[in-house]
């Protein structure tokens, strides 16, 4: 089985600008959550969806936002960016999204905002 | 207010040593408890986890944890280190947290570093 899958890799871009990030899950898996991990404040939950919707969310300003598509697949979009935005950017899947599930992980896409 | 500390930010130890990684919670209920590794340039991989029951759990790799309600901690240990053990470890909190949601919070990692 193919694991968790974050495209791009490497992202740089400049303050203002808008990126969009990739997201594949495990197949099978319906529950998609991002995090971002900075060296100051660690791993900081984002969101969560399943079956196409936002259950859970994090302490983020609106500019960062998600979606999630029929077949799993979720994007995530951060508009206006800041260079505090500069992070890598986890995606992590898993069956049901259950508190007490295991997390599969993607190597992440590193952003760099200039 | 719920959150987890992982009071080491770096450890170094010898190959062939015994290593403990603490973690202490803040959370209301009885949580779901994780510890995930992250080697470099990769996402993180689940080493274990206690939901419930016995409060020593075996992940991989040889590792295990002890649950203390007492001292709201979930230590992580293993009796001997390997080079390839180098790579940051974090503990994780799962619940139901303000607001609501469901979620998982992370510590902010320990990097262990091994000396041959």
């Known amino acids: 089985k193919a694991g968790v899958t974050q495209t791009p890799r490497y992202l740089i871009k400049t303050r203002g600008q808008q990126v969009t990030l990739s997201c594949s899950p495990i197949?099978?898996?319906?529950?998609v959550s991002w995090y971002q991990q900075t060296p100051g404040q660690g791993l900081q939950f984002l969101f969560e969806?399943?079956?196409?919707?936002?259950?859970n969310k994090g302490n983020f300003p609106g500019r960062f936002s998600g979606r999630q598509f029929s077949n799993s697949r979720s994007e995530m979009n951060v508009s206006t960016l800041e260079l505090g935005d500069s992070a890598l950017y986890l995606c992590?899947?898993?069956?049901?999204?259950?508190?007490?599930?295991?997390?599969?992980f993607g190597s992440g896409t590193q952003l760099s905002v200039l | 207010a719920q959150s987890v500390t992982q009071p080491d930010i770096h450890i170094t130890v010898s190959e062939g040593a015994s290593l403990e990684l603490r973690c202490n919670y803040s959370?209301?209920?009885?949580?779901?408890l994780f510890w995930y590794v992250q080697s470099p340039g990769q996402g993180l991989q689940l080493l274990l986890k206690?939901?419930?029951?016995?409060?020593l759990v075996q992940g991989i790799k040889g590792f295990e944890a002890e649950f203390k309600r007492s001292q709201s901690s979930f230590n992580l240990r293993k009796p001997s280190v390997h080079w390839s053990d180098a790579a940051e470890y974090f503990c994780?909190?799962?619940?139901?947290?303000?607001?609501?949601?469901?979620?998982?919070?992370f510590g902010a990692g320990t990097r262990l570093a091994v000396h041959p």
């Open positions: 992590a899947s898993s069956l049901e999204g259950a508190t007490n599930e295991k997390l599969f």
């Open positions: 197949s099978g898996h319906r529950s």
């Open positions: 969806y399943f079956s196409e919707t936002q259950r």
């Open positions: 959370y209301g209920a009885t949580p779901y």
């Open positions: 206690y939901f419930s029951g016995d409060t």
């Open positions: 994780a909190v799962g619940g139901r947290f303000s607001g609501g949601y469901n979620k998982l919070i």
